[in-house]
């Protein structure tokens, strides 16, 4: 019989008691978690709501009492680990029952998947909103007191401009007030929002976002900061802006929209043919990067833009130069190339 020396006795130990303290590690660290697998439109669901300022911690329990996942541990670690999680938002959540943590993450993050979501598109005006507020229910008078009765940032009396494009979801039965006053508050809290709030020189913030909002309407993103250059060379002659989309704003139109003379006519403080300077308040909501383009323009003496094709946007300061881009427009438009 081979015996086995002390040395040789301690180092099996030290081997048998690695393997066990890893198997014990191993078995602490596998939280119970449903398999990944095919989720069919038979299966159950259930709509939980996540509070606003609910943590990775708050919403694996909410996940787990509601048997959307094995274990509020699983889609804990998920969450410490995976920063999409940080951009779950408050409100309802359809969800599936018994999934994958990983799963549960997805459909989180699913806009389709949110029962209580309005979306504020870039350069939407508020009446468009309110249209969206009418499809959850709310009445006009509802809608009409919220506009009311909402806190706007000191120097505006006018909430449009100020409903910041985004994605908002919204705990089940919120008033329209707090609905809209949201909208305001996370234009006060984005950085470009604090920008515009906080501007010196020569244009007020209301001024600046309403500038904003004719950039928004009229130009390419691309184009952003020479529209808002064209503005501002304008404003500084004394001509009048003369822009489409103060007019669009008044008609409630939209689209590559042919504007008739008749329509430059029209007697409205908006309508930018008839009326030197701004319009009295922004003509939508901007998005940041025509708030950006306000703030910032570019450089250039141009005084004139006109797009004489889809993705074909040209400046000039010549009249002449323009009145010649105006007639391939015509050209363009009538061959059918904005149709």
Do not use: C
């Not at 969800?95 to 209580?116: C, E, F, G, Y």
């Not at 969206?132 to 706007?152: M, P, Q």
């Not at 064209?230 to 003369?242: C, D, E, F, S």
Request: a positive charge; hydrophobic letters at 45%; aromatic letters at 10%.
């Amino acid at each position: 019989m081979i015996k086995l020396r002390p040395v040789a006795l301690a180092l099996v130990f030290i081997v048998l008691l690695t393997y066990g303290l890893h198997v014990v590690r191993v078995s602490n660290n596998a939280a119970p978690n449903f398999q990944i697998r095919q989720i069919l439109e038979s299966d159950a669901e259930v709509t939980v709501e996540i509070p606003v300022g609910a943590t990775g911690s708050d919403i694996a329990a909410i996940l787990f009492k509601a048997g959307v996942v094995k274990s509020s541990i699983a889609y804990f670690r998920l969450a410490v680990t995976d920063t999409r999680s940080q951009k779950v938002s408050p409100g309802g959540h359809r969800l599936t029952l018994k999934i994958a943590a990983s799963q549960a993450l997805d459909q989180l993050l699913d806009s389709s998947r949110i029962p209580n979501l309005i979306t504020v598109f870039e350069g939407e005006w508020n009446s468009e909103i309110v249209r969206s507020l009418r499809t959850f229910g709310f009445t006009n008078k509802e809608i009409s007191d919220a506009f009311n009765n909402i806190v706007l940032p000191s120097g505006f009396t006018n909430s449009e401009g100020l409903l910041f494009p985004a994605l908002y979801n919204f705990p089940l039965n919120t008033d329209a007030q707090h609905i809209l006053q949201a909208m305001v508050n996370r234009f006060q809290a984005e950085k470009i929002g604090q920008e515009i709030l906080t501007a010196s020189g020569t244009f007020k913030a209301s001024e600046l976002l309403t500038m904003a909002s004719i950039v928004q309407a009229e130009g390419d993103s691309a184009d952003f900061t020479k529209v808002s250059r064209v503005i501002r060379n304008r404003l500084a002659l004394g001509m009048p802006l003369q822009m489409d989309s103060t007019v669009h704003y008044v008609k409630g139109v939209r689209g590559q929209i042919f504007l008739s003379t008749s329509s430059t006519l029209i007697a409205s403080a908006y309508n930018t043919y008839k009326h030197y300077g701004l319009p009295p308040t922004p003509i939508g909501n901007p998005g940041a990067s025509a708030m950006q383009a306000a703030l910032h323009p570019a450089g250039g003496d141009w005084l004139f833009f006109i797009t004489v094709a889809p993705g074909d946007t040209r400046f000039t300061r010549s009249n002449d130069q323009f009145v010649e881009w105006k007639f391939l427009y015509e050209k363009n438009r009538k061959a059918g190339a904005f149709n």
